[in-house]
Nanobody, 127 residues
Framework: QVQLVESGGGSVQAGGSLRLSCAAS????????MAWFRQAPGKKREGVAV????????YYADSVKGRFTISQDNVMNTLYLQMSNLKPEDTAMYYC????????????????????WGQGTQVTVSS
């Protein structure tokens, strides 16, 4: 069982930056895929970024490549999402997710591939 708690959301103007944090309740290093998802009102939840907590290259949705960076602090069991050059279309509730099962690359950003979820943190970007 893993509890996940997100923080760091807020309101920002377009072009601004935010850093989201996700604190995990247990040691996740080299054991879990850790991911960020988001859901805008009236839209499906979509995967944003994922990283394997061992050695692994991060994987990003095309919509955030070059603007968002996923990273982890394995000592503090914390996952981060640094978001830069934010756009109004980035407005959504952002969720942290974790899962220990191996998955192929085309499942990395699939909502159904993750067992553990946080409660979310709201990001609002104004134009």
């Amino acid at each position: 069982q893993v509890q996940l708690v997100e923080s760091g959301g807020g309101s920002v103007q377009a072009g601004g930056s935010l850093r989201l944090s996700c604190a995990a309740s247990r040691y996740t290093y080299n054991r879990y895929y850790m991911a960020w998802f988001r859901q805008a009102p009236g839209k499906k939840r979509e995967g944003v970024a994922v990283v394997w907590t061992g050695a692994g290259r991060p994987y990003y949705a095309d919509s955030v490549k070059g603007r968002f960076t996923i990273s982890q602090d394995n000592v503090m069991n914390t996952l981060y999402l640094q978001m830069s050059n934010l756009k109004p279309e980035d407005t959504a509730m952002y969720y942290c997710a974790a899962d220990s099962s191996w998955k192929p690359a085309n499942w990395y950003l699939s909502e159904s591939a993750y067992k553990y979820w946080g409660q979310g943190t709201q990001v609002t970007v104004s134009s």
